[in-house]
């Protein structure tokens, strides 16, 4: 502070001097300064005028050279002075914080001085009280010692008297044990002999038992007969035990089949008996012949086998019936012996009946000359060894039907098969009717398939039909309307050829027809547009291989897949097998988009016992259970669509979306349709009902009433209970009635009886009375009840289809047209007579014949009261 201020005083005087300039001399005179000698010396006029010029010049040196440094010194000056004043502010406020601080100190020294001496307070109070524990524990631990002492002492004894009552109580556990597993043992040797005699009972039965139940499958009556002398008597020994119900049954059966064989025995005996000499009248062989049918037909159905039984009685039988053939037919040949050889030494006849056999008959019933085409191809149809006498009918048909159209193939008109499909115009849905125009410009008269004139050459000349087939083949060099079909009617030809040697084309008619369903499945789906187009074809015409044709369509070119229902099982598998060669014959592309194509896969739905019989055969692979939801074309039965139907439904996703990629055809609408029930119930095992059932079961084989039973059952908290018993009693009752091989066969695969359905076993049948039945019969001991899952309705799975495509030999009436219609959004068209569409055609409309000796026309009406009506009304016109 002292330096500052020194400084700053001699700042002020310098600033001083500096501004006074020349007048300080003069002032220093006045004052006697250093300057008033000088002064004195410069009064004279040239030696003051000289002074004076040097002063003012020194004076101006001074001034330049001092007046920056002077200006430097002053900021210097007040910039100390700026930090002097900080300085003395921070002096101050330390001053302040110091004497705070010494405060502050004192302050907590004095608050330690208190803590410590409290400190010491609490350490000498703590040191005390340490005292007085340690003699409270030692106290306790004296205490403590002596407690402890005395109960150590009385747990001793205690100790004692319990090690003594345990080891009592473990002897007489011990001995416990000792009986009980001696109990056990005895109860273990007891059940090892039940079982024992079991196994005793099990042996006697597989040693007893299967050569009856050989006898039985070998068919042979006189074996059959034999093994049942050893099992005389009602009552069966009691060495078969618990096994006793199971070969009750199997003797049962047995003796039932014997009685059956033994019928059909005394039949042929009496039969062949009868016409040792021929009778004289084609009627009285006739009527032998059908006794000996029946005959024959009753052995396969209960499995005995005439050859071995009586190894002569076949080939009598067959001598009869060729003897018949020979009568009955009027132009006898030798297909004919070989039909009739083959249906007497076939196997399993299954459906094929008497019937059956003589139209076989009628259907080569032709002269050998003048015939040899027809009869040279019947032959070979007969004489294959694949082919069943179910099929032969069919084949034969077929082969007479292709024949009898490649007669009129060349008269076939195109302009005459426009000009038929024209005249139902009047009566066609608009939609239909553009269909059909459609048709007409994609097929106009001189765009035939083949063009086939009067002129043409044999068309069973080999050559001749080689350049059918070439022309079938090639495209015309424009646009080709036919498109696909080109190929299906090609394929379909050189298929036909090589079964049958013959040249089959299609019709006109088919292919108007194929090309309007074709324009039906490429129209939008407007609101005006039917979901449904059904044609009505005539029997006979072709209706098998439009239904392929539009199957093969509808996989190659529109990439779906295509359900084809037919409602009888013969016809179903016999138009599978015959168009099985031409689905094989084309490919479709794969998922992949390289280029590479797949065969089409085609399946037939049959049951499951089929595809097990099937086993590893050729057709093995092309056979199914169920709908197989890969396959592009699948020829199956209305119950395998709901049953496919169903699967979807129960699955998790429920996906029905994959309907919009398939196409339903349909075979016979109107049976399928308007005939069958809408519809249908499935059924699932209830374990609960299943479980009661068998009580009831149980009650009603011992005997008791229905009133007791319901009094058991009467706590039962199910609200099914008293439903349960009511249809338990009824079917208990009706399971009595049941006939064996009438009602049901024992299966010996299942172990128990099977139902009877069309002649053949179904293991897949259930019914309650049959339950029953196996009940009664010993051949289970648990009932399956089953209880109704869900009802489907066959109109709403049809709808779900992308399109529904129909034929029918006939639609209907208007009434079940409107039905049609509102249901599936139908529209109709008809297929005009393949012979209406030639030229020169002998074609008629069919009319009642004449009958009896006035001529008349006999008409048979659908019900007795419309009967009685015509009757009434033909009487009183009479």
């Not at 024992?196 to 499958?217: F, I, K, N």
């Not at 396969?300 to 067959?318: E, F, G, N, V």
């Not at 553009?434 to 043409?456: F, H, I, N």
Request: charged share 30%.
């Amino acid at each position: 502070k002292s330096r500052l201020k020194v400084g700053s005083a001699m700042a002020s005087s310098m600033a001083v001097a500096l501004q006074a300039g020349g007048a300080q001399p003069q002032a220093d005179a006045q004052q006697g300064g250093p300057y008033a000698g000088e002064q004195q010396v410069m009064r004279t006029p040239r030696s003051r005028s000289r002074k004076v010029a040097a002063a003012g010049s020194q004076s101006k040196e001074v001034k330049d050279i001092v007046a920056p440094m002077v200006s430097n010194l002053m900021d210097n000056m007040r910039n100390l002075e700026k930090t002097h004043q900080e300085v003395v502010k921070m002096l101050v406020t330390s001053v302040d914080e110091r004497a705070a601080l010494e405060q502050e100190i004192v302050g907590v020294r004095s608050e330690c001085e208190r803590r410590i001496q409290e400190e010491r307070v609490s350490e000498e109070r703590l040191a005390q009280e340490r005292a007085a524990a340690s003699k409270q524990v030692a106290e306790f631990r004296a205490e403590c010692e002596k407690r402890i002492t005395k109960e150590q002492t009385e747990l001793q004894g205690k100790m004692a008297a319990f090690r003594a009552e345990c080891e009592l109580k473990v002897a007489e556990e011990t001995a416990a044990m000792e009986r009980k597993l001696e109990e056990a043992r005895r109860q273990t040797d007891a059940q090892l002999q039940a079982e024992r005699r079991s196994t005793d009972q099990v042996r006697h039965v597989l040693s007893e038992l299967p050569p009856l139940q050989a006898a039985m499958e070998l068919g042979d009556v006189g074996l059959l007969e034999n093994e049942l002398r050893k099992w005389k008597g009602d009552v069966l020994p009691e060495r078969f035990g618990e096994c006793k119900g199971v070969v009750e049954a199997v003797v049962k059966l047995a003796r039932e089949r014997l009685i059956s064989w033994r019928g059909v025995e005394h039949v042929l005996k009496d039969v062949l008996k009868q016409v040792e000499r021929l009778p004289g009248t084609t009627a009285a062989l006739l009527e032998h012949c059908h006794r000996l049918f029946r005959a024959l037909k009753e052995a396969q159905l209960t499995k005995m086998d005439l050859r071995r039984s009586h190894p002569q009685a076949t080939d009598r039988i067959c001598e009869v019936l060729l003897a018949w053939q020979e009568r009955a037919m009027s132009h006898s040949n030798r297909v004919q012996k070989l039909i009739v050889r083959k249906v007497v030494n076939w196997p399993q006849l299954g459906q094929f009946d008497f019937a059956d056999l003589d139209i076989c008959l009628r259907l080569v019933d032709r002269q050998e000359q003048g015939n040899e085409v027809f009869l040279t191809r019947a032959r070979a149809i007969v004489e294959d060894e694949t082919t069943a006498p179910k099929d032969l009918r069919s084949l034969l048909s077929h082969v007479e039907t292709m024949l009898f159209f490649l007669k009129y193939t060349k008269a076939e008109d195109l302009r005459l098969t426009h000009a038929e499909f024209r005249k139902q115009s009047s009566k066609l849905d608009s939609t239909v009717a553009g269909y059909l125009s459609q048709a007409e410009r994609d097929y106009p008269p001189g765009a035939e398939l083949v063009r086939l004139t009067e002129k043409r050459g044999n068309l069973m000349d080999g050559k001749e039909v080689a350049a059918v087939l070439e022309e079938i083949r090639r495209a015309p060099s424009g646009k080709d309307n036919l498109g696909i079909f080109r190929d299906i009617f090609y394929q379909w030809a050189v298929v036909m050829k090589s079964k049958f040697d013959l040249l089959v084309l299609p019709h006109h008619t088919q292919v108007v027809c194929l090309l309007a369903f074709r324009a039906f499945l490429e129209a939008g789906r407007a609101g005006a547009e039917p979901h449904a187009l059904i044609a009505q074809v005539g029997t006979g015409e072709g209706k098998s291989m439009i239904i392929a044709a539009l199957a093969l369509y509808v996989v190659v070119a529109l990439r779906k897949k295509a359900h084809i229902v037919v409602d009888d099982e013969t016809l179903l598998e016999r138009d599978f097998w015959t168009f099985k060669p031409l689905f094989d014959a084309f490919q479709v592309p794969t998922t992949a988009r390289n280029g590479e194509r797949r065969g089409i896969s085609s399946i037939l739905c049959v049951s499951e016992e089929r595809v097990t019989a099937a086993g590893r055969g050729p057709h093995q692979s092309s056979m199914a259970a169920r709908v197989d939801p890969d396959a592009d074309i699948c020829y199956c039965e209305a119950k395998h669509v709901q049953s496919f139907y169903a699967s979807i439904a129960r699955g998790e996703k429920r996906d029905f979306d994959g309907y919009e990629g398939r196409v339903l055809i349909l075979d016979e609408v109107d049976a399928l349709i308007i005939d069958e029930e809408p519809n249908e119930a499935f059924v699932y095992p209830n374990p609960d009902l299943s479980d009661m059932a068998t009580s009831v079961a149980e009650a009603l084989a011992s005997g008791a009433s229905t009133e007791h039973i319901q009094e058991a059952l009467r706590t039962s908290p199910h609200p099914a209970t008293e439903r349960v018993i009511r249809e338990m009693t009824k079917e208990w009752a009706h399971g009595r009635k049941l006939k064996a091989s009438d009602d049901f066969v024992y299966a010996k695969e299942a172990g128990r009886y099977c139902a009877v359905q069309g002649g053949r076993a179904n293991p897949k049948a259930w019914s309650l009375a049959l339950e029953c039945r196996n009940f009664q019969d010993g051949l289970c001991r648990e009932i399956l009840f089953q209880e109704r899952l869900f009802v489907m309705s066959r109109p709403r799975v049809f709808r779900k289809y992308h399109r529904i495509l129909g034929l029918s030999g006939s639609i209907g009436s208007g009434a079940e047209r409107t039905f049609l219609k509102q249901t599936y959004r139908a529209a109709f068209f008809e297929v005009p007579p393949f012979l209406k569409t030639c030229r020169g055609s002998p074609f008629h409309e069919a009319v009642p014949v004449g009958l009896g000796t006035r001529r008349q026309a006999v008409y048979v009406e659908l019900t007795a009261e419309a009967q009685l009506a015509r009757l009434a009304g033909g009487g009183f016109e009479g």
